[in-house]
């Protein structure tokens, strides 16, 4: 991961560029968001903002907290680095085709060296990504199981907990949340990990 540290692929097209990486030892988890944000970028790890704080909330319903995962899954995103705010103002900009594009080989790379038993995707870039491009109501709450480069994972789909979403404050989708963290629960507790 030492050469992801150092790539510059997206500096013609994106002045932000700063890979984050996630420094987790022989980690059987993956968490897997849309790509850094403002303060990632400055605090160099994922998940740190009031996204993160919300994100920590729903997987804290596993048992496991925050520090938990930090320690046992390597935490990374779709692209690898902060893409700049939404021309709107509101939240981050999504990652462009190709940004994705140049980024794919790194997520490959990540899932081929880690082999993960699970993977948590958190927003609609990440499922679509890994998934499907299906309406967010028939993936979330639903457990999946994938190979991905050569490793078969459980894989558990959830929505992005940036504050620009108003896709699960809506109460059924608060239920298909926490089926999908009850499954979660189920395939942690499987990989017996302290």
Not at 65 to 86: I, L
Not at 142 to 149: E, H, I, M, P, Y
Not at 160 to 181: E, K, T
Request: proline share 8%; charged share 15%.
């Amino acid at each position: 991961m030492r050469a992801l540290s150092r790539c510059v692929a997206c500096a013609p097209v994106n002045s932000e560029v700063r890979s984050i990486i996630h420094n987790s030892t022989a980690p059987r988890i993956l968490v897997l968001g849309q790509a850094p944000g403002k303060l990632e970028k400055v605090q160099r790890q994922g998940f740190v903002g009031p996204s993160g704080s919300r994100l920590w909330t729903w997987l804290g319903h596993t048992g496991y907290d925050e520090a938990w995962f930090r320690r046992h899954a390597y935490v990374t995103s779709v692209t690898k680095c902060f893409p700049g705010p939404h021309p709107s103002g509101r939240g981050d900009r999504v990652p462009s085709p190709a940004e994705q594009k140049t980024c794919s080989g790194w997520l490959n790379a990540e899932l081929a060296l880690i082999q993960p038993d699970v993977i948590v995707l958190i927003g609609r870039l990440a499922i679509s990504t890994v998934l499907s491009d299906d309406p967010l109501d028939l993936l979330i709450g639903t457990r999946f199981t994938k190979t991905l480069q050569g490793q078969t994972s459980q894989i558990h789909p959830l929505p992005h907990p940036s504050g620009a979403s108003s896709w699960f404050h809506i109460p059924a989708h608060q239920v298909l949340i926490q089926r999908g963290l009850g499954n979660l629960t189920q395939d942690l507790r499987q990989l017996n990990l302290p």
